[in-house]
């Protein structure tokens, strides 16, 4: 039976439908606009599923964090302003008529790797993205591990760097202000005295800037130890890394794999690789939870 995947995005939604056996039959994708509220901007993908007119199993959500899986609400994500406590799946259910799945967007690109990606077919898999921020998933025999309060493999709080910066609501040295994106542009522009994002860094890194080097290998470091302690409570088969900063730069995570083969108990057993499901991670792991 086909499944409809949706991809709710601070900046574009995107909705697809899968037939069985994982074929693309449809995509489309429009922009966010904050001012329309949850509904109607739902009411704008379920418009290309109506249009497509296929029978499916269900829809299932990928959506930025915090969410209440077992709830089915969207609880207070930071990009989509105006969806605090929506309910998304009793919406989408009597939009549609068809059981709807949410899960985060992390979760749901770590399942798409688990089932039919870089680590298809391993019982045990762990996902990183590293792109503007830093999120995880870990997948168990195919299955998502939510955890009890839909909080499992939120790794971009996790404590790990010696520099105690921190953002409003994050914790002194968290992952996510020291080895995103975000931080590598904040920590090259402290260092460089002027504005620097992350492409312009690692460019300068490729360049042979010993400086440019010093503050990716920190960042390494720090997503180093977070690789560490997930091996050391966890214990998978194969770490996945996605996003686009990992993705574009994939000696990056050879850094990453470097440093973290210090640390862990069995490092010939350390296993990486990067994303193989690409942009539609999000829709194939969403079409996945049905």
Not at 134 to 143: D, K, L, P, R, S
């Amino acid at each position: 039976m086909n499944r409809i995947g949706m991809d709710i995005g601070g900046t574009q939604l995107r909705v697809a439908a899968f037939a069985d056996d994982g074929k693309l039959l449809a995509r489309e994708a429009v922009a966010n606009d904050h001012a329309l509220g949850p509904e109607r901007n739902l009411d704008r993908l379920m418009a290309f599923v109506d249009e497509w007119g296929l029978s499916y199993a269900g829809i299932g959500v990928g959506c930025p964090g915090p969410l209440d899986f077992a709830a089915g609400k969207v609880l207070n994500p930071p990009n989509l302003p105006g969806w605090e406590n929506f309910e998304i799946v009793s919406y989408l259910s009597d939009r549609s008529g068809h059981k709807v799945l949410v899960n985060n967007d992390a979760n749901v690109a770590g399942l798409a790797e688990a089932r039919v990606g870089a680590a298809a077919g391993l019982e045990s898999v762990f996902y990183f993205t590293v792109s503007t921020g830093v999120g995880g998933a870990y997948v168990y025999q195919g299955e998502i591990v939510g955890g009890a309060n839909s909080c499992a493999a939120e790794v971009f709080n996790m404590m790990v760097a010696d520099d105690k910066f921190c953002r409003p609501g994050m914790n002194p040295g968290a992952l996510e202000d020291h080895a995103s994106g975000t931080a590598l542009a904040r920590m090259a522009t402290q260092r460089f005295g002027r504005d620097v994002d992350a492409r312009e860094l690692f460019a300068l890194d490729a360049a042979g800037n010993a400086e440019a080097h010093a503050i990716i290998d920190l960042a390494a470091e720090n997503l180093a130890r977070a690789v560490a302690c997930v091996s050391f409570v966890v214990d998978p088969n194969r770490f996945v890394f996605g996003g686009s900063v990992a993705l574009n730069n994939p000696q990056f995570v050879d850094l990453v794999h470097d440093h973290a083969a210090r640390y862990v108990l069995n490092p010939d057993a350390l296993d990486f690789a990067l994303a193989a499901c690409g942009a539609d991670a999000g829709l194939i792991g969403a079409a996945l939870l049905v």
